[in-house]
């Protein structure tokens, strides 16, 4: 017997008209329906939603008002006692007023399926709202590009709410649908008219729903025909970069030798007990956590530092094996399901082909092109999968042998899922070490070199002091030598004595000398006899009642004067050649000799003018003596000697009278005006 004819041209469109009596009939009685109860609320009520239990008969509800008269009793006996006036009352539903006019075709509408998956289908065909329900059943079936190529919807109708039909569900539909697997489907008609149901179920019920027989095969297969290629490239790329990674690593002879100087260094750096004949790539990652002593550098930056200066060629392992740092996102684990996957869906969707769900096109909807979609497709899906076998193969190989070269165990989970992540860590790690080391070289760098033009600038400055103190020139200082000179003038300010004491201290030195004692306010004066017997003693015959002082008196008290300024100036210009002499340093033997002939030189020169100073001054005081002697010659007894010479009474004030008829002698000693170079500045109170 031959197969069946093709389907006539003249076939129906979908869906088409309700025949009924295609379906056939259930071998389990159908499920008795209740009646509703003759007592009613006058207003609606909200409804108590719950799962209903299909067979009653064999469960504790069968004893349960078996018979239409018990529940009818029952229902008089709750309104008898208020019962069924309370629910009334208590679970009113609130009316709700429609407003416009809408149109309440949809409320005659069945509904069968969930209200989740009617939402789903809301959502996912919201792009296909605008067109009617037989134009959306047309594409689905039609395999129409804007279908396949449409994400959303594809992946929408491959879930399992669209391949798994519930039983509940597959009872209310089969009175609306059509059993493709029959010979006589076309021509028979469902019993009841789809139009009843809403748009939702009756797209439902045209593909999931009635194509249930291949309807998991024919989206899986449509479904594979819009994502083998892209699919294939990704993982075909990734299999082919971890073989490349793998290779890389195998091949670079300066990863070996860096390994290697690590290894040797640790053993040098470790005891008896600690040395190694070899070390896992995990223990790259503690070499950032050896720390030296001034807690500023690690480990790894030491290998880097050495490698960079001593070992230079090995610096390009970097590049060599830069591609473990893209590597490491890559789950090699993860990349090999995914390419057994894709092997398998092509496998299995050429089984379904040749002997499976799609190899019989009978059983199709008539209308269903997924036949000549898929096997135009499945011919290129073949080849691929065939070459995604060889690089699967390939990387499984490639990546187990390097984990064994590198000493890492392929048979752990955890070892093959960071391998390539240790050693991408350690190559950024090295970077980071790279980048610190020259830093902190250039940084160091710097800062030597600032030092030595430090060091410089200070030798050419001390060589320019030593320059210009050996030459005895007054040339420009240097700041440290201008600096010194400051210090010393301020020490020489603060150790000079003020103009009022040497005033003091030379008016005491001459009144000491000529035996005089100065009477303060307030004191009463000596007599005339005392002070003629210590006139005596000291100078003979000479009195006290008028003081007059010898000529060879008179250089000793400006001598003892004049000396005591000498002195002073002396002793002041010692103290500074000596502080000069301290700073330039003992080692300077020349500089210090030509600062004490200069200074020498000085004292000499100081002295010569005091010389010649005190001679004038004294050649004065004799002219002025000898006319003041012969006035006072008549007033004035004894008679002075020719060696003594008088001091001049100043005269006395008008409001003052002497008391007691006594002579009042003043002293006033000559005021000393210093030398020429070095003046003697007197301030007045």
Same mark, same amino acid.
């Given at each position: 017997m031959g197969p069946p004819p093709p389907p006539t041209p003249g076939a129906p469109p979908l869906p088409g008209a309700p025949k009924g009596g295609y379906l056939p009939q259930p071998d389990f009685p159908p499920a008795p329906t209740l009646k509703m109860p003759f007592i009613r609320p006058k207003k609606k009520l909200k409804a108590l939603h719950w799962e209903k239990v299909d067979e009653p008969q064999v469960t504790v509800w069968a004893a349960h008002t078996p018979t239409h008269a018990s529940r009818e009793e029952k229902y008089m006996e709750l309104s008898r006692k208020g019962v069924l006036d309370e629910v009334e009352k208590l679970f009113m539903a609130k009316e709700v007023k429609k407003i416009g006019g809408g149109s309440s075709k949809k409320d005659d509408k069945k509904q069968l399926i969930s209200n989740d998956l009617r939402k789903t289908f809301h959502i996912s065909l919201a792009k296909f709202s605008h067109y009617s329900t037989e134009e959306v059943i047309r594409m689905i079936i039609h395999c129409d590009r804007e279908v396949l190529n449409n994400e959303t919807v594809m992946n929408f109708l491959q879930k399992d709410d669209m391949c798994i039909i519930p039983d509940n569900t597959a009872k209310l539909m089969a009175p609306y649908s059509r059993d493709w697997t029959g010979s006589d489907a076309l021509m028979a008609d469902p019993e009841q008219d789809p139009n009843e149901l809403t748009r939702e179920d009756q797209i439902y019920l045209h593909t999931a729903y009635e194509l249930r027989h291949y309807w998991k095969s024919r989206i899986r297969a449509l479904l594979l025909t819009r994502t083998f290629e892209p699919e294939y490239d990704e993982t075909a790329n990734n299999l082919k970069e971890v073989v490349k990674v793998s290779e890389s690593l195998r091949d670079s002879v300066a990863l070996m030798n860096i390994l290697g100087l690590i290894l040797d260094i640790g053993n040098y750096m470790n005891d008896s007990n600690k040395q190694a004949s070899g070390f896992k790539l995990s223990s790259l990652g503690r070499l950032g956590m050896l720390k030296d002593d001034k807690n500023e550098s690690t480990f790894a930056d030491l290998v880097e530092r050495i490698v960079r200066n001593q070992y230079p060629e090995?610096?390009?392992?970097?590049?060599?094996?830069?591609?473990?740092?893209?590597?490491?996102?890559?789950?090699?684990?993860?990349?090999?399901?995914?390419?057994?996957?894709?092997?398998?869906?092509?496998?299995?969707?050429?089984?379904?082909?040749?002997?499976?769900?799609?190899?019989?096109?009978?059983?199709?909807?008539?209308?269903?092109?997924?036949?000549?979609?898929?096997?135009?497709?499945?011919?290129?899906?073949?080849?691929?999968?065939?070459?995604?076998?060889?690089?699967?193969?390939?990387?499984?190989?490639?990546?187990?042998?390097?984990?064994?070269?590198?000493?890492?165990?392929?048979?752990?989970?955890?070892?093959?899922?960071?391998?390539?992540?240790?050693?991408?860590?350690?190559?950024?790690?090295?970077?980071?070490?790279?980048?610190?080391?020259?830093?902190?070289?250039?940084?160091?760098?710097?800062?030597? !070199?600032?030092?030595?033009?430090?060091?410089?600038?200070?030798?050419? !400055?001390?060589?320019?002091?030593?320059?210009?103190?050996?030459?005895?020139?007054?040339?420009?200082?240097?700041?440290?030598?201008?600096?010194?000179?400051?210090?010393?003038?301020?020490?020489?300010?603060?150790?000079?004595?003020?103009?009022?004491?040497?005033?003091?201290?030379?008016?005491?030195?001459?009144?000491?000398?000529?035996?005089?004692?100065?009477?303060?306010?307030?004191?009463?004066?000596?007599?005339?006899?005392?002070?003629?017997?210590?006139?005596?003693?000291?100078?003979?015959?000479?009195?006290?009642?008028?003081?007059?002082?010898?000529?060879?008196?008179?250089?000793?008290?400006?001598?003892?004067?004049?000396?005591?300024?000498?002195?002073?100036?002396?002793?002041?210009?010692d103290r500074a050649a000596s502080m000069l002499q301290g700073l330039r340093g003992d080692g300077d033997a020349e500089s210090a000799r030509s600062g004490s002939r200069e200074s020498s030189l000085r004292v000499r020169r100081r002295r010569e003018g005091a010389d010649d100073e005190r001679r004038a001054r004294r050649a004065k005081r004799r002219t002025a003596g000898s006319t003041t002697t012969e006035d006072r010659e008549s007033t004035m007894s004894p008679t002075p000697g020719p060696e003594q010479t008088a001091i001049p009474e100043e005269p006395p004030d008008e409001g003052d009278e002497p008391s007691g008829g006594q002579p009042r002698t003043v002293i006033k000693p000559p005021s000393p005006e210093g030398t020429a170079k070095k003046p003697v500045e007197i301030e007045d109170d």
């Open positions: 090995w610096e390009g392992f970097v590049d060599d094996i830069g591609g473990v740092v893209g590597a490491q996102k890559l789950n090699v684990e993860q990349l090999k399901i995914d390419a057994k996957r894709y092997i398998d869906n092509i496998k299995n969707i050429q089984s379904s082909i040749d002997s499976g769900n799609l190899s019989d096109p009978k059983k199709f909807h008539p209308h269903d092109r997924v036949s000549q979609v898929v096997q135009r497709s499945m011919k290129d899906a073949r080849r691929k999968a065939e070459q995604m076998q060889l690089y699967l193969e390939e990387m499984t190989r490639t990546y187990d042998d390097i984990m064994t070269f590198y000493g890492e165990d392929p048979s752990d989970e955890n070892a093959r899922r960071d391998f390539f992540a240790k050693l991408a860590t350690f190559v950024t790690e090295w970077k980071k070490s790279k980048e610190k080391n020259i830093t902190m070289e250039e940084t160091r760098r710097r800062n030597e !070199a600032s030092l030595a033009r430090k060091r410089a600038a200070n030798a050419k !400055a001390i060589n320019t002091a030593s320059a210009n103190s050996a030459s005895g020139t007054d040339g420009t200082n240097s700041p440290s030598s201008t600096g010194a000179m400051d210090s010393l003038l301020e020490k020489l300010r603060a150790a000079a004595p003020q103009a009022r004491d040497q005033r003091d201290r030379r008016r005491r030195a001459r009144l000491r000398d000529r035996h005089q004692v100065r009477v303060a306010s307030g004191q009463t004066m000596p007599e005339v006899s005392d002070l003629a017997k210590a006139g005596s003693d000291e100078e003979g015959d000479k009195s006290i009642l008028s003081p007059q002082s010898t000529t060879s008196g008179e250089p000793s008290i400006e001598r003892s004067g004049e000396m005591a300024t000498i002195s002073e100036g002396e002793d002041i210009a």
